[in-house]
């Protein structure tokens, strides 16, 4: 007797989720991961990515016991924290210079970092990419953090504070703190640490056994963000359109 032939039916590709911190509150500077996940790169392939925010020091920590997978992490805090018997690895560099910068009001008379002496300069805290920065900017000009007034703004509102004057300088990143003053109608002064002191910029770290437990999927991962990375250089519109 003759039987009907039996059809298989082509399952779903398993998913793998992935936990991405990144080390700062919502911004554009995050735009690569935004643009991403939005476009359905991470989803085409086969991740379901959450994102969230963590501050640098509680990311490292974070990654280094893989209770977060992979995360945008200051290249400044991998090497101490390496040091210090924090298994995380640095994979890929989203920041090619150091990002972080010392920003002031053009009317301020502060012009170079010797200027610094004496000001009151505004930080997040005592932590990660702009306070090994603003050390660094003040060493290059023989000073210290002795030499200036340190005020911390731990919710991330020193540029804020920068337009109110509340202090004199403010650390931030080029790419949003300097725009955020113009756009205030107040024009900027950056003064920057490249020159003096090539730092490495943040990138895209993970736990040691992470990226043992889960390459595949952390390669996958890289590779979209670098693609929409790739699409806002070609288009930083598409970066402001993520973000907003």
């Given amino acids: 007797c003759g039987g009907s032939t039996p059809t298989s039916t082509p399952t779903d590709s398993p998913v793998t989720p992935l936990t991405?911190?990144?080390?700062?509150?919502?911004?554009?500077?995050?735009?690569?991961?935004?643009?991403?996940?939005?476009?359905?790169?991470?989803?085409?392939?086969?991740?379901?990515?959450?994102?969230?925010?963590?501050?640098?020091?509680?990311?490292?920590?974070l990654l280094g016991q893989g209770a977060v997978d992979i995360g945008s992490g200051d290249g400044t805090s991998v090497i101490p924290a390496v040091s210090q018997g924090i298994p995380v690895v640095y994979t890929s560099t989203i920041y090619g210079t150091f990002p972080?910068?010392?920003?002031?009001?053009?009317?301020?008379?502060?012009?170079?970092?010797?200027?610094?002496r004496g000001k009151r300069i505004g930080i997040p805290g005592r932590y990660g990419t702009n306070w090994i920065m603003l050390q660094a900017l003040l060493k290059e000009a023989g000073l210290t953090v002795d030499d200036v007034t340190i005020a911390e703004f731990p919710d991330f509102s020193q540029a804020a504070a920068l337009q109110q004057g509340q202090v004199d300088a403010a650390t931030g990143f080029a790419n949003n703190g300097p725009i955020q003053l113009r756009n205030a109608g107040i024009e900027p002064v950056v003064l920057t640490v490249d020159d003096a002191v090539p730092l490495p910029g943040p990138g895209l770290v993970t736990g040691t056994k992470t990226l043992e437990d889960k390459a595949a999927a952390l390669s996958a991962f890289t590779a979209a963000t670098l693609r929409a990375m790739d699409e806002i250089t070609a288009d930083p519109q598409k970066g402001l359109d993520a973000t907003f």
Avoid: C, E
């Fill in 20 to 61: 991405v911190g990144l080390g700062y509150i919502p911004n554009v500077q995050f735009a690569q991961f935004y643009l991403a996940d939005q476009a359905g790169y991470y989803a085409d392939a086969g991740l379901d990515v959450t994102l969230q925010n963590k501050i640098d020091p509680d990311l490292i920590t």
């Fill in 100 to 116: 972080a910068v010392v920003i002031a009001r053009a009317d301020s008379g502060i012009a170079t970092a010797a200027d610094l």
